[in-house]
């Protein structure tokens, strides 16, 4: 057997990283944090630039802050920067359960569904700030609903769809949660998961007064509690897509990811707007970014969200 398995020539010339280009970033990276890391703020849109790149302590107390008086829009920066050169652009290929289930989602066709639940949720009462919890399939909806959140400055959580009611009636209450957006139902594997029959029991055992926010997904009947569950397709149809995106500061959170448990109860660890300096920092150094590449994502579940 062998101990390294070399990496196919194809995959080689198109990759941004070896050996030594690691290095040489890694080494800029640590010998002049502070220049590299406003060089990586340039490739981002900034509402109000920041000029305190770097600021930590790890003396009592540890203090970590990037950028921490700048301002942005996460939702701004993965939509609208790109609407005016590349509106009819592909923005990302959604594939069902079953693959024959398909759809090629444009910038502008992203803009236009991410506006209009934006101004649902702040309709229903969603504030900058506000923790929302999403519990949904692998649909296109689950990508609108994170942006939506980013977009009107609350704060996300994102549970995968196979987790039972018990976890997400723990996350509702540990993370404040006023809303949880979720479907009908999903389907993975070709096995059916309830997933609105899910948030209904969960939210009997968390308690408080939780609104639902649910898109039909599969047409499964469901149970709906009048003044507290809400259709998602019909009030997305008669909502402007119009709204504008709220300038967070760079240390505001962006979502809540939730640890595995593997050493214990599961913990919130809040990640801010700047992440996307370093998230995209990451993808110029690692990735071929030419126009017409791919990027596959697998899972909303954990560490892709």
Known sequence: MQDVYPVPAEVAAAALVNEARYKEIYDRSVADPEGYWREQAERITWAKKPTKIRNVDFTGDVSIKWYEDGELNVAYNCIDRHLETRGDQV????????????AHI????????????????KDMGVKKGDRIMIYMPMIPEACYAMLA????????????????????????????????????????GGRHIPLKANVDEAIKKAGGDVQVLMFTHTGVDVNVEVGRDFDANGLMADASP????????????????????????????????????????????????????????????????
Do not use: W
């Not at 801010?272 to 150094?285: D, I, K, N, V």
């Open 242 to 305: 119009d709204c504008p995106a709220e300038p967070m500061n760079a240390e505001d959170p962006l979502f809540i990811l939730y640890t595995s448990g593997s050493t214990g109860k599961p913990k919130g660890v809040p990640i801010p707007h700047a992440c996307l300096a370093g998230s995209t920092a990451a993808r110029f150094a690692h990735y071929d970014r030419a126009p017409g590449r791919y990027l596959m994502l697998s899972s909303f579940a954990f560490d892709s969200s």
């Open 106 to 121: 444009t910038y502008r066709q992203l803009a236009d569904k991410v506006g209009r639940l934006s101004n649902v949720l």
């Open 91 to 102: 923005a990302f290929i959604f594939e069902g359960d079953n693959p024959e289930v398909s």
């Open 149 to 188: 959140c980013a977009r009107i400055g609350a704060v996300h959580s994102v549970v995968f769809g196979g987790f039972s009611p018990e976890a997400i009636s723990g996350r509702i209450q540990d993370a404040g949660s006023k809303l949880v957006i979720t479907a009908d139902g999903g389907v993975r």
